[in-house]
């Protein structure tokens, strides 16, 4: 199978905390987004990384999460369905043993200058050269959390001692304390042979200190929004023991914890009052392992700029695009259509700044100011802060744009689909194919009614400007004076079988932004109709805020 649509690819944990949590059924869509190998973007992702984050078991069966780290390239990937690993673990590294003698693991790629990621699970087991890692389920992240950092290399000196414990020192305590991200591991064995089977490894990210420290052998971890998999929250439900590991950037050292975690759905009085979850975790072993690897790391505070709000347009019911421009008059960065730009705002009561990552709306060729049109999340801590707190004369903090959800080709039929808020740089693109005069662009939207629908009058005008581009936007729920033909093309929701109408050809490329089950349904009957993967893109987005 090319990818898991056609079985559930959760286990009983999984399916507890997505009922728990009210996401509905998640497995109705999500198979979408699981696939049993490596799509070739992931390949190349992972075999260009100088590191990745591997959570596993011990002998013992206690839950550990390392850092693997090898020369360049030294990971490859012969195929989809493997990747190799030129890797000689340390002695003192808690997974050593377990990948010598062959384990189910979890494993993260991420490159934190570009705040990009990527999950997967699957088995390791030792070659005569190495190892090997045969794919079990690949996820892919969105950039939320990240906290951007530079890597290089430090020459290799002798590997200090390491130290082990049951409970955190004062120094450890502080190191945590001030930590702004750590990787969690959870796993989970079920019935033989489920794809479910093995390990997650995992990033969580907050401003410093979001890792509570209650006493030196409990902590709090806040759980935030995410894709709705609850992959680390159903894995706890099943099975509680835990790895965390905490990377000193700066030095290379690690600590490592291993524990047992419960969930507490309705944090009270917690140390994080934006916090969905609480995971509280009971520490059975710490191991401290200083120096531990040679890559090194660096904040990139220094690339921010200031930027000012130039002005602000309410451009539906819940979305408003705030006008931002250089606070020292300069032109903007440029970006391509679809990027994002990650902002930084100080919100009050918050330790530290937040940031968050939103699409670009605006024309790519306009330097004067970058535009992002935010719908306002109910429980979203940023876009509550920007709809209700920034006016015009705000100034926040940004960095460059960035993102590879980009027009994929110079001149191949371009279809753009989107749902609600995922317009955003789907309109980015219509202003970058304005002038275009060798490709024609399909812009498909759904919304609900004319109240829910952003930037319309500037889509038809940039349509009815350029005879090749061509709007359909569809309304779910119009209103009784929502006007056929005029508001909107088709009552009802966007579905593969339409697109499929289109004339766009074989040669088209097909970009899709919206909810991951809307994302999911359209990509899959995209590919059931016979539309090649790779000419699928697509970014989703939930409620983050």
Known sequence: ??????????????????????????????????????????????????????SGADAEGQTWITLAEGPDGFASSPDPRRLTLDLDPDPTDPLAGAFAAGTDIGVLG??????????????????????????RQTFGNCPQYIHERAWTRAPK??????????????????????????FIGSGHQGRPGAASNGFDASHRGGAPGFA????????????????????????????????????????????????????????????????????????????????????????QDHLSRKLRVAKRVDESDRITSFYLAPFD???????????????????????????????????????????????????????????????TGSVIEARKPSGDFVIP???CPLVLVSAGVGLTPMVSALHANADQADRDVWYVHGARNSTDHALADEVRTLVRNNDRLHSR??????????TPGQDFDVEGRISAADLTTLGAGPDA????????????????GLEDAGVPADHIHFETFGPVG
């Open 1 to 54: 199978m090319s990818k898991m649509d056609h079985i559930n690819p959760f286990h009983e944990g999984e399916l507890k905390a997505q009922a728990r949590a009210g996401v509905g059924d998640v497995a109705k869509w999500a198979g979408g987004f699981i696939r049993d190998y490596l799509p070739e973007q992931h390949r190349d992702f992972h075999t260009n990384l100088p590191f990745l984050v591997v």
């Open 110 to 135: 991420i490159e934190l200058a570009t705040r990009r990621r990527n999950r997967f699970s699957g088995h390791i087991h030792a070659t005569g050269d190495g190892y090997q890692i045969d794919i």
């Open 157 to 182: 000196t002798a590997t200090p001692t390491a130290h082990r414990g049951k409970a955190l020192t004062p120094a450890q305590t502080a190191q945590i304390s001030s930590a702004d991200t750590l």
């Open 212 to 299: 509570h420290v209650a006493d030196p052998t409990h902590l709090q971890i806040p759980d935030y929004a995410g894709n709705n998999f609850f992959n680390t929250i159903g894995n706890l439900m099943s099975n509680p023991r835990v790895g965390l590991l905490f990377v000193d950037f700066a030095t290379g050292g690690l600590l490592h914890i291993t524990g047992r975690a419960s969930i507490d759905w309705e944090p009270k009085g917690a140390h994080d009052p934006d916090a969905w979850r609480m995971i509280n975790v009971e520490i059975d072993g710490v191991l401290e392992r200083p120096g531990a690897v040679g890559l090194r790391w660096a904040r």
């Open 329 to 391: 008059g300069s032109g903007t960065d440029p970006f391509e259509a679809g990027q994002h730009l990650p902002v930084e705002v100080q919100i009050p009561g918050q330790k530290g700044v937040s940031k968050r990552s939103y699409s670009l709306s605006g024309a790519p060729d306009d330097r004067s100011h970058y535009r992002l049109s935010i719908k306002r999340e109910d429980k979203g801590l940023v876009s509550r802060f920007f709809h209700d707190e920034l006016t």
């Open 409 to 411: 080709c110079s001149n």
């Open 473 to 482: 936007v569809y309304y779910s729920r119009p209103h009784p004076e929502d």
């Open 509 to 524: 490329r097909y970009m899709l932004c919206g909810p991951a089950a809307f994302l999911a349904d359209i990509r899959n």
